[in-house]
């Protein structure tokens, strides 16, 4: 399939961008043959007799983001959608191009990761605060407000292991969005927790939005998009195909799924 590759069709490149993804590809190393124990892959390894198949996730992205935009990333399972956020966020490099940030990112990949199950949610919530560069002092200034959008005032004393996985969405949705990035990448974590719950996360995050934070999100839901970003691109079997209005990639995105099941 043909790549074509749009800017964002709103504003120019100028100082005020904050992400450049430059020509970026993205190749993993599939083994081709079945290994049944660690033993047995380490001994091929050694001998040097492991065979792989290069499998290009991502092939020549490039866009850019200015400061403030709210753009949405569209795509079926496997088209390189949280493969992308994760070079963005930086936690892993590229194969081949380069990707610039500029300013602090909260990375909503997963909800909850780094916490520390054998700990509880008081002490979860400083230890977050930690991996995201925060202090102590600041973290006990956030506090309050933290517990009080997750609604968890009963329980944080409790070991983070007794929490409900919504529970600990929650909790790390919370975290997330008090400390005011630059930049909030959100991987398909919308849906934690219930109705009200989910319509406080977006209410959230367009108040985030108001206050010039940059959103990346990444959704199966169109209308999803449609409602909390300007502009949106459509990631197909590793390919930029279109950059532009929400509205508009969210309806050519809905027209492919419909016409190729």
């Given at each position: 399939?043909?790549?074509?590759?749009?800017?964002?069709?709103?504003?120019?490149?100028?100082?005020?961008?904050?992400?450049?993804?430059?020509?970026?590809?993205?190749?993993?190393?599939m083994p081709t043959q079945k290994i049944d124990n660690v033993k047995e892959f380490f001994i091929k390894l050694v001998?040097?007799?492991?065979?792989?198949?290069?499998?290009?996730?991502?092939?020549?992205?490039?866009?850019?983001?200015?400061?403030?935009?709210s753009v949405g990333i569209l795509g079926r399972n496997g088209a390189g959608k949280s493969t992308l956020l994760k070079l963005i966020s930086g936690i892993i490099d590229p194969t081949e191009g380069s990707i610039h940030v500029r300013g602090s990112i909260?990375?909503?990949?997963?909800?909850?990761?780094?916490?520390?199950?054998?700990?509880?949610?008081?002490?979860?919530?400083?230890?977050?605060?930690?991996?995201?560069?925060?202090?102590?002092?600041?973290?006990?200034?956030?506090?309050?407000?933290?517990?009080?959008?997750?609604?968890?005032?009963?329980?944080?004393?409790?070991?983070?292991k007794n929490y409900s996985a919504g529970m600990i969405a929650r909790l790390g949705f919370s975290i997330a969005v008090d400390v005011k990035p630059?930049?909030?990448?959100?991987?398909?974590?919308?849906?934690?927790?219930?109705?009200?719950?989910?319509?406080?996360?977006a209410k959230k995050i367009e108040e985030l939005q108001a206050s010039g934070t940059t959103l990346l999100l990444v959704s199966h839901s169109a209308s999803q998009v449609q409602q909390l970003c300007k502009s949106a691109l459509w990631i197909k079997e590793g390919n930029l195909v279109m950059y532009d209005d929400a509205d508009k990639?969210?309806?050519?995105?809905?027209?492919?799924?419909?016409?190729?099941?």
């Open positions: 399939m043909d790549e074509v590759k749009n800017e964002t069709p709103t504003t120019e490149r100028n100082v005020d961008t904050l992400v450049e993804v430059n020509d970026v590809s993205m190749r993993f190393r001998k040097r007799q492991l065979k792989y198949k290069d499998f290009w996730v991502l092939k020549h992205i490039s866009f850019h983001v200015n400061r403030g935009e909260v990375p909503l990949l997963k909800l909850g990761a780094g916490f520390d199950g054998n700990a509880t949610g008081r002490e979860n919530v400083f230890l977050n605060g930690a991996m995201l560069g925060f202090s102590k002092k600041e973290m006990q200034a956030k506090y309050d407000s933290i517990v009080k959008f997750a609604e968890l005032e009963d329980f944080m004393e409790m070991p983070l630059d930049l909030l990448i959100v991987d398909e974590v919308l849906g934690v927790g219930d109705a009200a719950f989910r319509d406080k996360c990639v969210s309806t050519a995105y809905a027209n492919d799924c419909k016409n190729n099941p």
